[in-house]
């Protein structure tokens, strides 16, 4: 084991590590990548595409923070398309060599590490759950399925790491007394003290800010919706929307509808987070109006936007819908609003007149979002583990 110091105390983490995750765009999982590279003798990252077409598999292999292998491969076609990366993941972590550690980004790939682990290639596995949704599929066959998998994947690895409480929760409700590994709570972190801060002089003093993947469910069209009258008191207002998606064209046709096409920018999808960092941080105040849906992902999650926000000094208007939001409140970081047009208008334009107000919030996003660091969060998940790990 390496001793790593990140904040209070040393940190056990396993010499050799194997990392296997989804991706779309970047995600959690990377973040890690990053921070065991330099903190391991050996790393093994495998990712593969979530969505068909959504690029390739590949891996990359560390050996003292050195990039020594880069490989890339299309989807095998023996296999449907999720077996295959099963199949593949096992394969590649076999041909590593043995691993003292095994992190699955998600209960399919954890089945892969449970298998290597019975074939003693891997020593311990961890599986490390960034989204959970009661109603995964609309299809049931396929619900049922992916139930089945995290209960077993969750049954079995060492231990889970859940970016949110209410993961456990759900999987205590679906399950009862079903056993299950120790979990506990990793949350969502951000590039905090990667990203230069603005003092609201600096920045774009009314610019108000939403980044995200554009669905009717991200609930950003209450915010355009809000726009006209937020305009009556506040002139020079405008908002920034940094993301692409299928509700795009619905966004947009809505802004001309009502008016403030000329005060809504979409950046479209921007590959460079530093990029996307650096516009937030010009920005006075974020936005993450979710709409309320028992079932929905958000729910269960921890949202990485609005890690993002405070990392860059945003406060954060948001619906009650992510575990996040309440503290958020209290910690006077934010603001939580019902989803709904009118107290939107309000709350945003509560800010915006109000700089003093603004300045204060902005003051407490940045002290909440500090304890937030990846190097933080993830220093922390080592130490709890350490015993399940050794």
Same mark, same amino acid.
Do not use: F, H
């Given at each position: 084991m390496n001793g790593a110091a990140d904040g209070a105390g040393p940190t056990a983490i396993p010499e050799r590590v194997a990392l296997a995750t989804h991706y779309y765009a970047t995600g959690p999982a990377f973040d890690l990548e990053t921070y065991l590279r330099s903190r391991t003798s050996h790393l093994l990252f495998i990712a593969h595409p979530l969505y068909a077409h959504g690029g390739s598999s590949y891996l990359r292999r560390?050996?003292?923070?050195r990039l020594v292998k880069v490989m890339e491969k299309g989807e095998l076609k023996l296999f449907p398309r999720f077996i295959s990366d099963v199949v593949r993941t096992v394969r590649w972590t076999q041909q590593a060599g043995y691993h003292d550690l095994f992190i699955a980004g998600d209960n399919l790939l954890a089945i892969a590490g449970l298998w290597l682990r019975r074939r003693r290639h891997v020593h311990r596995v961890v599986l490390y759950s960034i989204d959970y949704v009661p109603r995964r599929f609309g299809n049931a066959v396929l619900n049922r399925l992916y139930h089945r998998v995290d209960r077993l994947?969750?049954?079995r690895a060492d231990i889970v790491w859940n970016l949110s409480p209410a993961i456990a929760e759900a999987r205590r409700r679906r399950d009862g007394t079903v056993r299950s590994a120790p979990?506990?709570?990793?949350?969502?972190?951000?590039?905090?003290?990667?990203i230069r801060q603005m003092s609201l002089s600096a920045a774009i003093p009314h610019r108000l800010a939403f980044l995200g993947h554009l669905l009717e469910k991200q609930g950003v069209q209450l915010a355009i919706e809000a726009l006209p009258a937020i305009r009556q008191r506040v002139p020079d207002v405008s908002l920034l929307i940094i993301g692409d998606g299928p509700y795009r064209p619905a966004l947009v046709q809505l802004a001309a509808q009502r008016g403030v096409s000329d005060i809504v920018e979409f950046t479209g999808y921007l590959e460079d987070h530093q990029e996307i960092e650096r516009q937030l941080a010009a920005c006075a105040l974020s936005l993450a109006p979710y709409k309320p849906d028992p079932e929905s992902f958000t729910r269960f999650a921890d949202p990485g936007k609005v890690k993002? +926000? /405070?990392?860059?000094g945003l406060p954060v208007i948001l619906t009650d819908v992510p575990a996040i939001a309440r503290q958020l409140e209290r910690l006077g970081a934010g603001q939580v609003v019902p989803y709904d047009v009118a107290a939107m208008t309000e709350a945003i334009t509560? +800010? /915006?007149t109000d700089r003093p107000?603004?300045?204060r919030a902005r003051a407490a996003a940045t002290?909440?979002?500090?304890?937030?660091?990846?190097?933080?969060v993830f220093a922390e998940a080592f130490r709890a583990s350490a015993r399940y790990l050794a």
């Open positions: 560390y050996r003292d923070d994947a969750a049954g979990q506990i709570v990793v949350p969502m972190g951000a590039n905090v003290g990667g993002t +926000y /405070l990392a860059c509560a +800010y /915006l107000r603004l300045e002290a909440y979002g500090s304890e937030y660091a990846w190097d933080r």
